[in-house]
């Protein structure tokens, strides 16, 4: 009646070490990838940065030069882990700090609404580029 015992543990055994090694070869397959996709996002990021700071240099006349008279303080450095609705995370709100003389803001308070004109410093896409990667949630996803 134990016959059956010694090959269905080895059956058992070498499934086990099959199994190992299939794990071993899936991270190892996975490190790789990962390096591969570091290298190239660092190498086109830097690509990028360059080809804007050029850019940049050899704007055209006609071009309208703003000067930065403030920079918003936020909770979130980067991309990951920032709301999309910000009002639903109350301990994430940002603020405006800016660097020009208070007497520039007498009378504001008399306007409901104030347009704020940004840049993100860290983009890294060209200014010409008119590609989103989102889509408006009305008239169905089109741009």
Not at 16 to 45: D, F, M, P, T
Not at 96 to 103: A, D
Request: with cysteine; aromatic share 6%.
């Amino acid at each position: 009646p134990t016959s059956w015992l010694a090959p269905a543990l080895s059956l058992v055994a070498y499934s086990a070490l099959l199994y190992i090694r299939h794990c071993q070869l899936v991270k190892s397959i996975e490190q790789k990838w990962v390096k591969l996709r570091q290298a190239e996002r660092s190498g086109r990021i830097k690509a990028e940065v360059k080809l804007r700071s050029t850019s940049k240099q050899l704007s055209s006349e006609g071009s309208m030069r703003l000067k930065r008279i403030g920079t918003i303080i936020s909770p979130y450095t980067k991309r990951m882990g920032t709301p999309r609705q910000g009002a639903l995370v109350p301990a994430s709100r940002a603020f405006i700090q800016l660097e020009i003389p208070m007497e520039t803001l007498d009378g504001i308070e008399k306007y409901s609404h104030a347009w704020i004109i940004f840049e993100f410093h860290a983009n890294t896409d060209l200014c010409s580029s008119r590609k989103t990667k989102i889509r408006p949630p009305r008239a169905g996803g089109i741009k």
